[in-house]
């Protein structure tokens, strides 16, 4: 399958009228973006909805690996939530690569709380690169 962005990614898409439309920043291996997460993307009142976080987690991944030339999907993610996250509150997702291989990549994230560095969630991932 040929992988191609039309702009609409829910997590980086700049035409998805919701999405995230996060922007990310790439230097020494190691890829950041910044979020705020808003009323609408709450679960319970006020706290962000673990799958909003974890789609965050799994962008910076995914992007990460095409910061350094390769086009991925997700295989398997797992996350560890270590606090909630409250709506409008500043963080910093920041990933990078741990292994390449001809069949998997390895990665890992976290969400930092952007104020303190608190760590709100962690994750590891493998991708599979576009062939």
């Given at each position: 399958m040929k992988l191609q962005d039309d702009s609409y990614c829910?997590?980086?898409g700049k035409k998805n009228q919701c999405g995230l439309k996060l922007s990310f920043q790439y230097s020494n291996g190691r890829l950041t973006a910044e979020f705020i997460p808003s009323k609408s993307h709450q679960g319970y009142k006020d706290i962000?909805?673990?799958g909003i976080i974890t789609s965050?987690?799994?962008e910076v991944m995914i992007q990460a690996a095409i910061?350094?030339?390769i086009m991925p999907v997700t295989a398997e993610i797992n996350v560890r939530f270590k606090r909630p996250l409250m709506t409008g509150e500043k963080t910093v997702a920041e990933a990078k690569i741990i292994k390449i291989g001809s069949r998997l990549?390895?990665?890992q994230a976290r969400l930092l709380k952007k104020?303190?560095?608190t760590i709100i969630a962690e994750a590891q991932a493998k991708l599979i690169p576009e062939k």
């Open positions: 829910f997590a980086c962000t909805h673990g965050v987690l799994d910061a350094e030339g990549i390895e990665a104020d303190d560095n």
